[in-house]
């Protein structure tokens, strides 16, 4: 398994502005992974987080919303951009783990309002 | 494309109870399935992973089901507790492919 932390926990930001959201992993792990969960919904994944790449967008997402970083095997960060209150969600970060691939494991989550 | 649902998007239950949550995905070619738990605004716990050549994992007082075939998968929840109150998401993996979740059954046990 992964220990998995995000920060910040939860944030309240004003429409235009951005937030970047971290990602750090007590291990270093194969696959990264950043979602995004609205209001009463479940989770969408917006992209994989590639290490020393480009990251890989989902049909819907875009870098230039969602850049993405991930300098190394343990840290990926998520930039929400020009943010609008439309972006209000739980931004999760998950990961696979060599020596358990295909099974996920989730960080604890960012909860982002967009006033 | 793969679609996953699961019945019922909400159950309330007595303290003690046993029960059923359901999962039905569509494309039956899947690599695994986990089921995960989340409370409230926190992210995801992981409960059990099937791999696709498995019929059931338990853990504790929880069992999933796997029937590659009919495309479900059951989660039995044993003796039901309070603590047990969450939402709970199955998702599903196929091969190259990402994982594909579904809208969660939210749990209420009343004690």
């Known amino acids: 398994s992964a220990v998995i932390s995000q920060k910040p926990s939860r944030d309240i930001c004003q429409r235009g502005t951005s937030l970047t959201i971290q990602c750090q992993v007590d291990s270093q792990v194969t696959m990264m992974f950043w979602y995004r969960q609205q209001p009463g919904q479940s989770l969408t994944l917006i992209a994989t987080a590639n290490q020393g790449s480009e990251a890989t967008y989902e049909s819907g997402f875009v870098i230039d919303k969602f850049p993405i970083s991930r300098p190394n095997l343990t840290f990926s960060t998520l930039t929400v951009s020009n943010m609008s209150p439309e972006d209000s969600s739980i931004y999760l970060c998950?990961?696979?783990?060599?020596?358990?691939?295909?099974?996920?494991?989730f960080g604890p989550g960012t909860r982002l309002t967009v006033t | 494309k793969q679609e996953v649902t699961q019945i019922p998007a909400a159950l309330s239950v007595p303290e003690g109870e046993n029960l059923v949550l359901n999962c039905s995905f569509t494309d039956s070619a899947i690599y695994n399935l986990q089921w995960f738990r989340q409370d409230p605004g926190k992210g995801l716990t992981s409960l059990l992973l099937?791999?696709?050549?498995?019929r059931e994992q338990t853990s504790g007082r929880l069992n999933a089901s796997l029937d590659k075939s009919s495309g479900r998968s059951t989660l039995y929840i044993a003796a039901s507790q309070p603590g047990d109150s969450a939402t709970y998401l199955c998702a599903v993996n196929n091969y190259g492919q990402n994982f594909v979740f579904g809208p969660g059954t939210r749990l209420s046990v009343l004690p």
């Open positions: 099937i791999q696709s050549s498995q």
């Open positions: 998950s990961v696979e783990t060599r020596d358990t691939p295909y099974e996920q494991y």
